[in-house]
């Protein structure tokens, strides 16, 4: 940015969003250094400890973007700043991470990693009674019941992941929090590094159809296999828990061809968003002339 290159960018958003945090972090790789509400400072610590993120206490001199300037839609899901809009927004830097660290031999066949809700216990509990290649009441009733346990007894199993032997090989189940709170919730490597050594990724249902494991699990390497198809999906190569077992195949053309599509439906380019942050500063700076004419 040349006119104010030396001033901070401040943005108005709901700090608790993974997707806030996100958008905040492609914004400082594109313009510099972004100011944040001192309170909120430390979400992002481990991002500069991890990428180098450059952030500033909010001041007098820092530049607040308006607030119709950005807008982030969960729903759908989708993210707008200025002109410009992605399913999602992730920094360059941390796409480049989860591809320049993937696993030459994925050791884990298929993995899961996160809260295990009562609906996700059900949902995966399903699919793998299937996935024993035997389904029967009595198999379904033994698989959900061995999640059951792990669901209610999250706190004393943080972080010890399950492994389920099925004919297709183990499952890696894991029950785990980390993602839902910070520090862990804007950078949780060891999370990461469990798709990056899976050739299949479980995306279960969350609080709507998609879920940020379906994008994870393809910058990642692992091929998504979800329990409902969204239109955030479309292009991309995965499979349904209602597939038949036997048609899941790891191809690296697959996790090669996913990577590059959520690389153009998830990242902007520098330039480009730096040149939109420079047009909705000035757009801020008129507004707020014209404001102050008009008083």
Not at 171 to 194: C, H, I, M, Q
Not at 273 to 282: H, T
Request: one cysteine or more; a positive charge.
């Amino acid at each position: 940015m040349s006119s104010s290159s030396s001033r901070s960018i401040s943005i108005a958003l709901n700090y608790n969003l993974l997707q806030s945090i996100r958008l905040i972090h492609a914004i400082a790789e594109a313009s510099g250094p972004i100011a944040i509400p001192p309170e909120q400072s430390w979400k992002f610590s481990v991002l500069k400890e991890a990428f180098g993120l450059e952030f500033e206490n909010i001041s007098a001199s820092s530049i607040l973007l308006p607030a119709a300037a950005v807008s982030i839609d969960h729903a759908q899901p989708n993210s707008r700043i200025g002109a410009l809009s992605r399913t999602l927004v992730f920094p360059h830097a941390i796409a480049e991470r989860c591809r320049s660290d993937w696993a030459v031999n994925r050791e884990d066949s298929f993995t899961f990693t996160g809260l295990l809700t009562p609906k996700r216990v059900f949902a995966l509990s399903k699919w793998l009674s299937n996935l024993t290649l035997a389904e029967s009441p009595q198999v379904t009733r033994s698989v959900r019941r061995l999640l059951i346990e792990m669901q209610v007894r999250w706190n004393s199993a943080y972080g010890q992941p399950t492994y389920i032997k099925t004919p297709l090989g183990e499952v890696r189940v894991e029950n785990n929090l980390r993602g839902r709170s910070f520090p862990g919730k804007a950078w949780d490597a060891p999370y990461l590094r469990t798709l990056q050594v899976a050739k299949f990724a479980l995306c279960p249902n969350g609080d709507f159809v998609w879920s940020y494991r379906f994008f994870e699990a393809a910058l990642c390497g692992a091929i998504p296999i979800v329990e409902e198809s969204c239109p955030a999906y479309e292009g991309f190569q995965y499979y349904s828990m209602r597939d038949q077992p036997k048609t899941y195949i790891w191809r690296k053309a697959s996790a090669e061809n996913n990577y590059q599509l959520a690389i153009s439906r998830l990242t902007l380019p520098k330039a480009e968003l730096a040149e939109e942050i420079s047009r909705l500063v000035l757009l801020g700076n008129t507004s707020t002339v014209r404001s102050n004419r008009a008083s």
